[in-house]
């Protein structure tokens, strides 16, 4: 089988020429979803990305926004940073969950005076690369700006050009030596 980074649907199967992709499911065509409303998704953007606010920072704002509210009846977009980073969870597209191991040092450590991150234990968070990627690249925001097959480019002198990833010599070597091994 010769692999020519041809579209196919999930199953493998190649799409004919010019098909358009799979459009996304989406129950909900409120652009905000799952936030109430634009303010909530800004405000959650500004603290969560822009700001990188610690939670505790994000509790003392939110109070002193629900105290400004009161005499109005009303309240802030999130009672707290928990409710915040609930709401963030449960955003819909890409979701990719969590994952977390726990490793430590496992190397000679001195006879005294042992530092404490000898000892230590760490929590590694990470989420499934392969699915990230997956996601990635079910995105129609994605459609037509990637290249899947790997090249090789020459300008008129015959000097190599490099433009992406694919035009390198390890993408190259992967689908040539994996193709070739398959007829072997």
């Known amino acids: 089988m010769l692999y020519t980074g041809q579209p196919c649907n999930e199953h493998g199967d190649y799409l004919p020429p010019g098909s ?16 109430h409303d634009r303010m909530e998704f800004e405000t ?30 009303d309240h802030p977009p999130f009672a707290d940073h928990d409710d915040l980073y609930t709401m963030i969870d449960l955003i819909p597209h890409g979701d990719v969950a969590w994952d977390c191991f726990t490793t430590s040092y496992q190397g ?23 699915t990230v990627v997956r996601n990635m690249l079910a995105n129609p925001g994605f459609d037509g700006e990637i290249d899947y097959a790997p090249l090789r480019d020459f300008d008129a002198s015959d000097k190599r050009q490099f433009q992406d990833f694919m035009s390198g010599d390890w993408a190259w070597k992967q689908a040539v030596t994996y193709s070739t091994m398959r007829y072997l």
């Not at 358009?20 to 936030?35: A, G, V």
């Not at 000679?108 to 392969?130: G, Q, S």
Request: glycine share 2%.
């Open 20 to 35: 358009p992709p799979t459009p996304p499911t989406d129950d909900k065509p409120d652009e905000w979803t799952p936030f």
């Open 44 to 73: 959650g953007e500004f603290l969560f990305t822009c700001n990188q606010m610690s939670a505790g920072d994000i509790n003392t704002l939110l109070d002193l926004w629900a105290a400004s509210l009161f005499k109005h009846h």
């Open 108 to 130: 000679d450590k001195p006879a005294t005076d042992v530092p404490a991150w000898m000892n230590a234990e760490y929590d590694v968070w990470f989420r499934d690369p392969r």
